[in-house]
Nanobody, 123 residues
């Protein structure tokens, strides 16, 4: 079992930045690839970013490429999502998730999920 807890969400103006954190506990964090997903009001959950066990490989949705950066610190059992140049359309609940395999972009491929953190971007 892996327990995930997100933090760092909030209200920010368009063009601003936020850094989300996801703290993991339980089984060896470094064995899992990690991903970030989001769900906007009235929409399906969508992939945002992911990385592999070491963080050396990263994957991004086209909508966030160049603005968001995923990283991880295995010594702290934490994965981060740095979000810059935020837009109102980035408003959503953001979830982190853990997967046994790297490079997975579908939510149904992830095994463990956090409870989510709200990000609201005002125009």
């Amino acid at each position: 079992q892996v327990q995930l807890v997100e933090s760092g969400g909030g209200l920010v103006q368009a063009g601003g930045s936020l850094r989300l954190s996801c703290a993991a506990s339980g089984r060896a964090f470094s064995r899992y690839a990690m991903g970030w997903f989001r769900r906007a009001p009235g929409k399906e959950r969508e992939f945002v970013a992911a990385n592999n066990w070491s963080g050396s490989n990263t994957y991004y949705a086209d909508s966030v490429k160049g603005r968001f950066t995923i990283s991880r610190d295995n010594a702290k059992n934490t994965v981060y999502l740095q979000m810059n140049s935020l837009k109102p359309e980035d408003t959503a609940i953001y979830y982190c998730a853990a997967c046994k395999y790297a490079g997975r972009l579908r939510a149904d491929e992830y095994d463990y999920w956090g409870q989510g953190t709200q990000v609201t971007v005002s125009s």
